[in-house]
């Protein structure tokens, strides 16, 4: 019986492994290791702060940018709030002219005054393109919430909690009527890129990450 507990011990490890393979962490958790500012300069800490696992925004730091550029992938990671607090989690960031953009997973306080005033820009939306469906529950703030984006080709996905809350093509039928009614509307190729950094929003107000791991997708 012993032998047998073991082997069945074992496979569940072997399996638990497997299922893991690929994810790769993008924050070591005590340094800003692999994250750079808007032109891929050094970031140093104060204003974000790295500690016991935790990438805290505390006071004025700028937006945080992977040093790597990514394509197709699965993202995922932790996230709690301050009240009434702001952030965001774009992806395949890549620059428009004066400014760099990319697909928005809205991380927020739904009593945010942008929360107010749409759901398509409440936490876990497409930035100000698509509203999270009624899949959606967010934890309180102050609690932790888990987030995963999946970004395949066109595809985008995102998940909160567990519940998959936004999905979309990018150049679909559905993707052109949200576009037509966004603040992106007069960048036509907007999200179309194919790759680009991943960044952590910089909104003036207190927002903790944790277990930032992403993993390639072929």
């Not at 992806?91 to 759901?119: C, F, I, M, W």
Request: aromatic share 12%; charged share 30%; proline share 2%.
């Amino acid at each position: 019986m012993k032998k047998l507990a073991y082997i069945t011990a074992f496979s569940v490890l072997v399996a638990v492994s497997k299922a893991e393979e690929g994810w790769v962490s993008i924050f070591d958790g005590e340094t800003l290791k692999g994250w750079t500012n808007s032109k891929g300069g050094e970031v140093k800490e104060g204003g974000w702060i790295a500690k016991d696992g935790v990438l805290f925004r505390k006071a004025e730091g700028g937006d945080l940018y992977t040093a790597k550029e990514y394509a197709d992938f699965e993202f995922r990671w932790e996230w709690k709030i301050s009240s009434k607090g702001n952030s965001g989690v774009k992806y395949r960031v890549t620059n428009y002219g004066s400014t760099n953009l990319g697909p928005e997973y809205q991380v927020l306080d739904d009593a945010h005054p942008d929360g107010a005033r749409s759901k398509k820009r409440q936490a876990s939306s497409l930035y100000d393109l698509l509203a999270p469906n009624d899949k959606k529950k967010l934890h309180p703030v102050g609690e932790w919430n888990s987030s995963r984006v999946v970004v395949k080709g066109k595809h985008l996905q995102h998940y909160l909690n567990g519940e998959l809350v936004v999905d979309i093509v990018v150049g679909s039928d559905h993707w052109k009527k949200a576009h037509g009614q966004s603040k992106f509307k007069g960048r036509k190729n907007f999200a179309h890129n194919k790759s680009g950094r991943i960044f952590l929003q910089d909104h003036n107000d207190k927002v903790w990450y944790r277990k930032l791991e992403i993993k390639t997708l072929k």
